[in-house]
């Protein structure tokens, strides 16, 4: 994706073969810094303490912090210990578990001598693959917006709604969310994206504002309750999320505020897509409510902001009583029976367990 006009990726293997450059995204969108992880210990805390986040991206970045593993020591014991160590840095994006179950399926049979440089190849794989599920889905979303664009007068804007950011920084290109819009402002069909800001993190004002910034797609700022007015007002046409879960069922787990949205457009008869790669689901479960782990994080997220301030630098303010409580859930589930699809690579299907099935057959 875009950076001013660079295109760049959101990892890649730095130039001594061993470490990985990341985006870090904690300073986004005041400062745009590259950070070198070098040990899986690294990457154990860019991931838990989000200089990288979004469920696809998560994964990658496990993938790499294996291959480092690998490089001390190619052991089955380090590669179990290493598993562990990444899978319980953030416990609702399946898509962690999947990559981590993906390397260790990939290592197990090989010998150690060689395990460091398939390691670092099955990890490069994983970040190609990722791109092409996005533009897969990019290009299935595509096809829903030109629909929406065909029921419009010649010229009037498709207004789309998004949550969070599953935009390409939660990726390693393009984004699952974004890829149909981005698609369709390639396309030349008028968009214009409402940016949900996302409280506690602001991964909308911050992160998704910014990747809008650089691909030029019209879009503008709102506080996480003006969507569902909005819908009232028929000022959206569709909602596009991501999502860090997906169950067998078509339950759709991602980032808090979600579900909220999907009742506002459910009430309001607005078509509210989910875009994700298959990695996204769990096939182990059926009941997301009752079933995912929901990730709770430091209070400190809700009581404390952070921005630029008037002197250019960036820094923290509190905006909440010393001695308020604050509790964090960051994610919800929206039941199935709100969404109107699921975007896939394969196409896009009924949230429910025959729509899954039908495009992934092999899951039977
Ligand atoms: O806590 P985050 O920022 O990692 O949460 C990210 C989201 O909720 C995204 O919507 C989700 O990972 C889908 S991203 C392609």
Partial sequence: ??????????????????????????????????????????????????????????GVTAAYGVAMAMSVDASDVNLDS????????????????????????????????????????????????????NRSMGRHGLALIREIAAGKKPGEVVNILTHCNAGWLATVDYGTATAPIYSAYEA?????????????RNQGAQLTAWEMVNHGVPHTLIVDNAGGHLMQHGQVDMVIVGTDRTTANGD????????????????????FYVALPSPTIDWTVRDGIREIPIEERSAEEVTYVQGRSIDG???????????????????????????????TERGVAIASPEGLLGLFPERK
């Fill in 252 to 271: 759709v787990c991602n980032k808090i505020g979600t579900y909220l949205k999907a009742l506002a457009a459910h009430d309001n008869g607005v078509p």
């Fill in 188 to 200: 030349g069909i008028p968009i214009h994206v409402y940016v949900d800001e996302t409280r506690p």
């Fill in 82 to 133: 290493t598993w562990h160590k990444l899978h319980e840095t953030r416990p609702t994006a399946i898509n962690l578990k999947w990559a981590l179950d993906e390397m260790r399926r990939t290592l197990l049979p090989v010998p150690h001598a060689q395990r460091q440089s398939a390691a670092y190849a099955r990890a490069a794989e994983l970040a190609d693959e990722d791109v092409e599920l």
């Fill in 313 to 343: 630098g960036i820094t923290k303010v509190r905006i909440s009583p010393e001695g308020t409580l604050a509790a964090n859930p960051a994610f919800d589930v929206t039941p199935a029976r709100l969404i109107t699809g699921l975007i």
């Fill in 1 to 58: 994706m875009k950076v001013g006009e660079r295109h760049t990726r959101t990892i890649w293997q730095g130039a001594d073969q061993h470490s990985v450059e990341i985006i870090d995204q904690r300073w986004l969108p005041h400062e745009f810094r590259i950070a070198s992880l070098t040990s899986v210990d690294n990457v154990a805390v860019a991931i838990k303490d989000m200089w990288v986040r979004g469920a696809p991206l998560i």
